[in-house]
């Protein structure tokens, strides 16, 4: 039986509690109280820096976070999904590298199924079109197992990567996916296919639920282990 993966959707959320949230998963990952899962969400306006630092200049008062991820300073705001992939890479045979490069590969088939022929550019991690940054990946890794992640500018407000500098790249290098196909994109609608990417990269079977609203750790936990059994009997 192929393993599961266990995707949440949980909607628009402060990045405080999914920060929180990753390093509870984490530690319930690594105790085997949970198997491999990703959370899918959008954020209020915040700013994070990376390991690499960065500097930001925003007289709207945004809330910024220093946290453990790669790369230097980004923005994560509404219509923008963040993805956050809580995986053992050590049961997975995988590299942190071949990690990043998986979740590159994933973005890119997410973005086919749209009609956008995105790809990568040599010596920077992410996911490009037409010399434009579409999604960014910054990632932590805790005894083999992944935190933080990625995202996919889908309809956000570009205006606030104007405030930093972007991945180090300089401003105006990010684009939106409702810009390149001129239409509007359902954020949740584009989380499944994206999901559903992720769990054909991963070769696993996968199952997405919604648990929108601050939803506890217990609660993930606790969904999570009843979908693992529900599979195991439907099986």
Request: proline share 3%.
């Amino acid at each position: 039986m192929l393993p599961m993966l266990v995707g949440f959707w949980l909607g628009r959320v402060g990045y405080e509690y999914a920060y929180r949230l990753q390093l509870g998963l984490v530690e319930a990952r690594a105790k085997g109280d949970v198997g491999d899962l990703v959370l899918l969400m959008e954020h209020d306006h915040v700013y994070t820096l990376g390991r690499k630092g960065g500097v930001v200049y925003d007289p709207r008062g945004v809330p910024v976070y220093r946290v453990e991820r790669g790369g230097y300073a980004t923005y994560h705001g509404p219509g923008q999904l963040v993805g956050y992939p809580i995986i053992d890479l050590s049961s997975r045979g995988l590299t942190v590298v071949g990690y990043i490069r998986l979740l590159e590969e994933v973005i890119i088939r997410s973005l086919k199924r749209l009609g956008i022929e995105a790809s990568r550019v040599e010596g920077f991690s992410g996911v490009w079109y037409g010399g434009k940054k579409v999604a960014s990946i910054g990632i932590a890794v805790k005894g083999w197992i992944t935190y933080h992640g990625f995202a996919v500018n889908v309809k956000t407000d570009l205006s606030y990567f104007n405030n930093i500098d972007p991945c180090n790249l300089g401003q105006g290098i990010m684009v939106n996916v409702s810009d390149i196909v001129k239409t509007d994109i359902d954020l949740k609608g584009y989380a499944k296919e994206l999901f559903e990417e992720l769990t054909y990269a991963l070769r696993d079977r996968g199952v997405m639920v919604d648990l929108v609203g601050d939803a506890g750790i217990d609660t993930i936990i606790n969904t999570y282990r009843q979908l693992i059994r529900a599979s195991k009997i439907l099986s």
